[in-house]
């Protein structure tokens, strides 16, 4: 089992995980998230998880960008029209990067191994109570701003929700 | 010395880097760059590289988000404006997010340790030649763009401009 011990390395600002063994650093860095509100005919896509966490809960599609991939590949086989947020999910050490996206061609879609079912909805019909994370909440919530129009400047972590943040983020973060 | 064979781990997608003796799984993914275009009185701030790569050439304040960092926080000390581009530099594994930011109280700036000059720039006089990545090309230019007034939405990649790229980014990967 290999051992890794906290210490900072020579050179180095913070504390990385060392292998006791052979020296090797594991650097943790945040993972890039890209996700899409997909949307049809004035309604939005949600998939509903087929696995943890929060499995049975509705999301927007979404997943963790490949090392080599670019963000827009991350949110292939949808017509990208823009940035719509980029959320810090600092607590759990994620960047995620929502676009607004359509469908490339005819909405065909069905779930996929990840997902018990995928629906598109009106905004009335949206399960609020069963979205899986804050961010799909922040997510639907800046493409209601923002409209079907121009994409402006994209939409940060909402200030006073301090849901999915580090304990050390200072309270006033947002841009 | 820990020695990592690269193969598929049941369920995944992807080939990763396992640990022949533990089964540690070094999954890479790709990192998050936070840098800013800081304005002052029309001018913007460069800073001249005192390490590689590309030592001797001017960038803009730019770093790797640690974990549990928000994105705002990776441009701590500044004001920030708001995000003006998201980059894919795909063919080294990064993800840059830019802001456009000015500085909070005076201008006061002095080289750190990763700099051997810092110094304001008209835009006349930016050394165009000796600027250490494409990225700050583009970030230069979509700054000119998107002026002073309120941002719109984040510039991407050039579509044109494959420098960063992965080989196997499809020509057409432009919002």
Redesign the interface.
Same mark, same amino acid.
């Given at each position: 089992?290999?051992q890794f011990t906290k210490r900072t390395p020579d050179g180095d600002t !913070?504390e990385r995980a060392v292998?006791d063994?052979?020296g %090797?650093v #594991?650097y /943790?860095?945040?993972?890039?998230v890209v996700g899409s509100v997909v949307v049809h005919e004035g309604k939005v896509l949600l998939c509903r998880r087929a696995i943890e966490p929060r499995r049975g809960y509705w999301t927007i599609p979404a997943g %963790?960008? /490949? @090392? !080599? &991939?670019?963000? &827009? /590949?991350g949110g292939a086989r949808l017509k990208?029209?823009?940035?719509l947020a980029?959320f $810090?999910i $600092?607590?759990i050490?994620q960047?995620q990067?929502i676009?607004r996206a359509r469908f490339d061609g005819a909405a065909d879609f069905a779930p996929g191994v990840e997902s018990l079912d995928v629906r598109l909805f009106d905004w009335a019909d949206i399960p609020w109570d069963e979205l899986a994370f804050p961010s799909v909440h922040w997510s639907l919530h800046a493409w209601r701003s923002a409209g079907d129009g @121009? @994409?402006? #400047?994209?939409a940060?972590?909402p200030p006073a929700d301090r849901r999915g943040? $580090?304990p /050390?983020?200072?309270v006033k #973060? $947002?841009?």
């Amino acid at each position: 089992m290999t051992q890794f011990t906290k210490r900072t390395p020579d050179g180095d600002t !913070h504390e990385r995980a060392v292998c006791d063994q052979c020296g %090797y650093v #594991a650097y /943790e860095n945040p993972k890039v998230v890209v996700g899409s509100v997909v949307v049809h005919e004035g309604k939005v896509l949600l998939c509903r998880r087929a696995i943890e966490p929060r499995r049975g809960y509705w999301t927007i599609p979404a997943g %963790y960008l /490949e @090392l !080599h &991939e670019t963000v &827009e /590949e991350g949110g292939a086989r949808l017509k990208l029209d823009g940035i719509l947020a980029v959320f $810090s999910i $600092s607590r759990i050490g994620q960047v995620q990067v929502i676009f607004r996206a359509r469908f490339d061609g005819a909405a065909d879609f069905a779930p996929g191994v990840e997902s018990l079912d995928v629906r598109l909805f009106d905004w009335a019909d949206i399960p609020w109570d069963e979205l899986a994370f804050p961010s799909v909440h922040w997510s639907l919530h800046a493409w209601r701003s923002a409209g079907d129009g @121009l @994409l402006g #400047a994209p939409a940060g972590n909402p200030p006073a929700d301090r849901r999915g943040l $580090s304990p /050390e983020t200072p309270v006033k #973060a $947002s841009i």
